[in-house]
Nanobody
Framework: QVQLVESGGGLVQPGGSLRLSCAASGSIFRINAVDWYRQAPGKQRELVAA???????NYGDSVKGRFTISADNTVNTVYLQMNNLKPEDTAVYFCHLVITTKYQAKNDYWGQGTQVTVSS
């Protein structure tokens, strides 16, 4: 079994910063892929940032230059540093990991979601 626990969301003023964390635990052999999605009310879930094979990163156009995705494999934790936040960044943020377990099963796992609200 693998569990993901997200933290770090909250209320912040425009221009502020937050750092989201996604800690994975359980029978982890290898984390294969990492990304963050968000979903605002009435909108589809959208990809915010991803770490792809070869450790390259991709970002959605709306967050480029403001958000940074990173991972610490020593503690199986993924981060999303969000700077210069805007009201339109308000959404529930989800981490998504593709993990190979110790039993060699490769599965998708989602965090529980954390609310980010940008408002003055």
């Amino acid at each position: 079994q693998v569990q993901l626990v997200e933290s770090g969301g909250g209320l912040v003023q425009p221009g502020g910063s937050l750092r989201l964390s996604c800690a994975a635990s359980g029978s982890i052999f290898r984390i294969n892929a990492v990304d963050w999605y968000r979903q605002a009310p009435g909108k589809q879930r959208e990809l915010v940032a991803a770490i792809t094979s070869g450790d390259s990163t991709n970002y959605g156009d709306s967050v480029k230059g403001r958000f940074t995705i990173s991972a610490d494999n020593t503690v199986n934790t993924v981060y999303l540093q969000m700077n210069n936040l805007k009201p339109e960044d308000t959404a529930v943020y989800f981490c998504h990991l593709v993990i190979t377990t110790k039993y060699q099963a490769k599965n998708d796992y989602w965090g529980q979601g954390t609310q980010v609200t940008v408002s003055s």
